[in-house]
């Protein structure tokens, strides 16, 4: 049994200065708060999300099917981040397209669509953005950042940018930053958008079309990614649609591994904002703490003094263990305190949103033990 | 020091029977040769070519710049495959667009240009085309038929459809089929192609466009798999394009690994069919032996009687040495006699065609003991 979920909006007139030198006003955060914030303001913990993502973590909205919140298994009473226990905040992200400012919105400036002219944001700017949010909740500190992939990221930029207000940092299948090849993914994906003839130089707002070509096949090439060759081989296989008898077409879908993935584009590019998928997957390109310092990452975490959990999954190859374990070593150089759970799953990526019980079992040892801290 | 090399070309009047029930008729196949054919026409090797490479095998043309055959370091004179020794021939693939009759030629029965049209050619159906041809050539059986990555899966066909035609296969960085997340790939940059607007259904030739928007997607696509992750990281990593400053765009090309893509999918945009893209992407799709055996790859080669030779390369993850030794297992299933090197290289699936000594080491070997039986 899950919850009733309500979204809220909280409005920030003053400006945010971003890391590219631009700044933006008069913006408004969507979230969701499930649980109470105790007495003393200690028992909170914000969920930050990854590209497909939102604020609506958890629980769901009355009288609308499959609204479900995206770590529903996760966050919830009695679940692993009980929130019998725990104030749990979710933050749609600057530049998104579920209820946050993003570039499908008035620009205050020009009285018109932001379109191709929202700002660059970077995962830095989101958790200053978080940061002004939980001021106004009146929260000093948080209990725990917890995040997967590009969420994962934004949990390990709190401990380097807000060390103070922060016990405990969960980092759950992210990397220190992206390799070459997961740029490259990317850039494909956002070249598939950017020459897509309805994106209109990101102003496809005022020319009434979506550029969903190119949407379908940002998602598709996603889709892949997220997955691992096993679990696509077991899912899938080379089974047929249709039947036993090849149709000998290169157009109609032949594989239902053709079926799944045009099915999984389709659904995304009716709801997804082509400008947001291009500022998100930029934000995952850029984020790289380790870059003032010359690509040293024990040198970037000197700053951070919160206690850590990484998690990652043996089939992942988006955000390989290898990845995580950089973290590790990193924030042991520091004398950190980090716990590590490499978990043996087949699902890849999409692993870190799964219900795997050994998983799932060390997210709740972990959690229970900072409820104890701050109960 | 390479040699001159002269493409040729031979009219087929009668139809080829395809897989799909259709058939071919009219039709041209170009190829060339290197070296001589021996007296007794027991020295002929055949090389069956990928995806994006053709019957110019070796060898270059005068006064071109860059007309280095695709397999230069491989064929030709004291090479591995010595063309001092061997009667090399390369064809240029039914549907490919290098000069064999493909979709941007005129279909006999309409007089229109095939264009979307053109029937659905597999790798059996090229086998069927590469025998006719040495057929023409008077040779009844070949020395070797060799092949990387499709061209690989052309070798083995040959060694179930014509046993007893070849004394050799040698099939290196392929695979008994593509899996889930080959097919994958594969209908991504399909559909990258078709649904670019230019491509009006694959009938693009009389709009006088060229859906390059999809094809530079597919290219893109194809780099990304073609590369192991570590030869992305030491090649380019998170090097920027220029200077030391992020530009904060999402357009402009931030990173060298951006900028690399671009080009090659700019560049092959300029030159590749589409819907020679289409059909060869499917026939690599379709090519599964062991389909009409329940997927029992042992019982599909039991009709196979050549000696093999099998090579891959350890990071190559879109042809995995797994699959390679998918196909060793159910040769000696067999009892058929089988080489098979694992080749510790750092390139991805790109080394079959890269300069690796212990891999031209391998080839030599092998290709100098054929020479003997055939001397």
Redesign the interface.
């Given at each position: 049994m899950s919850f009733i979920a309500t979204p809220q909006s909280m409005h920030f007139p003053d400006a945010l200065p971003l890391?590219?030198?631009?700044s933006i006003r008069d913006y408004h955060l969507a979230y969701e708060t499930y649980g109470q914030l105790n007495a003393d303001q200690s028992n909170a913990v914000l969920v930050c999300h990854a590209l497909n993502a939102s604020h609506h973590v958890a629980g769901y909205y009355p009288g609308e099917e499959k609204s479900t919140g995206w770590w529903d298994n996760m966050i919830g009473p009695g679940k692993p981040v009980d929130t019998d226990k725990f104030f749990v905040i979710g933050v749609n992200n600057l530049g998104s397209c579920f209820g946050s400012t993003g570039p499908m919105h008035i620009n205050p400036d020009t009285g018109r669509v932001y379109g191709?002219d929202f700002?660059?944001v970077t995962v830095e700017d989101w958790v200053n953005a978080q940061a002004r949010l939980l001021d106004r909740l009146g929260i000093q500190r948080l209990a725990a950042v917890l995040g997967g992939s590009l969420g994962g990221m934004q949990a390990l930029s709190w401990t380097l940018q807000y060390p103070e207000r922060m016990r405990h940092a969960v980092v759950v299948a992210s990397a220190p930053?992206?390799?070459?090849?997961n740029?490259?993914?990317n850039?494909?994906a956002?070249?598939?958008i950017?020459?897509?003839?309805d994106f209109h130089g990101?102003n496809f707002y005022q020319h009434g079309v979506i550029p969903q070509?190119g949407l379908?096949?940002a998602r598709?090439?996603g889709?892949?990614t997220y997955?691992s060759?096993d679990v696509?081989?077991q899912?899938?296989?080379?089974q047929l649609r249709e039947g036993l008898e090849?149709k000998?077409?290169?157009?109609d879908i032949?594989?239902q591994?053709?079926s799944y993935?045009?099915y999984q584009?389709d659904k995304f590019s009716s709801y997804f904002d082509a400008?947001t998928y291009?500022?998100i997957?930029?934000a995952l390109?850029?984020f790289?703490p380790a870059?003032r310092y010359g690509g040293q990452l024990s040198q970037a975490l000197k700053v951070a003094s919160a206690r850590f959990l990484l998690v990652s999954f043996t089939t992942d190859?988006r955000f390989a263990p290898a990845r995580s374990r950089e973290i590790v070593k990193a924030l042991l150089d520091n004398g950190l305190q980090v716990s590590y759970a490499e978990i043996d799953a087949p699902h890849g990526h999409d692993a870190f949103l799964l219900d795997d019980p050994r998983y799932m079992s060390v997210m709740r040892s972990y959690f229970e033990n900072i409820a104890k801290e701050v109960a």
């Open positions: 890391q590219s030198g631009a191709a700002p660059v930053n992206l390799t070459a090849e740029i490259a993914f850039e494909v956002r070249r598939a950017v020459t897509d003839p990101g070509r379908r096949i598709m090439i889709h892949i997955l060759d696509m081989n899912k899938f296989g080379r090849l000998y077409s290169t157009q032949e594989f591994i053709e993935l045009r584009g400008n291009l500022l997957t930029r390109d850029y790289d870059r190859w």
